[in-house]
Antibody, heavy 118, light 106 residues
Framework: QVTLKESGPVLVKPTETLTLTCSVSGFSLNNPRMGVSWIRQPPGKALEWLAHIFPSDEKSYSPSVRSRLTISKDSSKSQVVLTMTNMDPVDTATYYC??????????WGQGTTVTVSS | SYEVTQPASVSVSPGQTASITCSGDKLEDRYVCWYQQKPGQSPILVIYQDNKRPSGIPERFSGSNSGNTATLTISGAQAMDEAVYFC?????????FGTGTQVTVL
């Protein structure tokens, strides 16, 4: 069974750096057909794709937040990490990780809610 | 940057057909996926590569993509289908989501 689970702080202060971890099971981060994406959703709003990473270490970032994001993976730990710098209240959202198979986000984690407030 | 647009809401009577559109420039040149999200839950994939259903997704869900418009069709809508539906495509190795369509079954 494929699962993904997000973890990280519930509350961060403005200007701080957010670090989120996606722990995966049921598939390998070395599988060349599969990658992992991060997506966020502000309360009551649409989904926003943030970044993805593939086994080849190919990475891609959303142009709107590219300068603030870093995505990395540790295949031995089956984890994908996303860092976002200079957090702002507008970054308050539920953050999801999801597996990419070919072009589909076929399995999603439960999401983790992050609030940015002083 | 590439954008895809969806209607904000669609209403359908139980047992009838709901059609949700996703519009973007030359969208037919890209694969489109559809995700269903119920309140308080994570999205789930209901259609991929324009018209394929993942295992476990009911046959009443179907998809098409032609010209500038992709369409998700729910044939014989049920109360359990009430949710927000998002379309998604890829542009220059970045994923683009639509704004979401609230489907109400009443």
């Amino acid at each position: 069974q494929v699962t993904l689970k997000e973890s990280g702080p519930v509350l961060v202060k403005p200007t701080e750096t957010l670090t989120l971890t996606c722990s995966v099971s049921g598939f390998s981060l070395n599988n060349p057909r599969m990658g992992v994406s991060w997506i966020r959703q502000p309360p009551g709003k649409a989904l926003e794709w943030l970044a993805h990473i593939f086994p080849s270490d190919e990475k891609s970032y959303s142009p709107s937040v590219r300068s603030r994001l870093t995505i990395s993976k540790d295949s031995s730990k089956s984890q994908v990490v996303l860092t976002m710098t200079n957090m702002d209240p507008v970054d308050t959202a539920t953050y999801y990780c999801a597996r990419i198979e070919f072009s589909d986000l076929d399995v999603w984690g439960q999401g983790t809610t992050v609030t940015v407030s002083s | 940057s590439y954008e895809v647009t969806q209607p904000a809401s669609v209403s359908v009577s139980p047992g009838q057909t709901a059609s949700i559109t996703c519009s973007g420039d030359k969208l037919e040149d890209r694969y489109v996926c559809w995700y269903q999200q119920k309140p308080g839950q994570s999205p789930i994939l209901v259609i991929y590569q324009d018209n394929k259903r993942p295992s476990g997704i009911p046959e009443r869900f179907s998809g098409s993509n032609s010209g500038n418009t992709a369409t998700l069709t729910i044939s014989g809508a049920q109360a359990m289908d009430e949710a927000v539906y998002f379309c998604q495509a890829w542009d220059s190795n970045t994923a683009v989501f639509g704004t979401g369509t609230q489907v109400t079954v009443l």
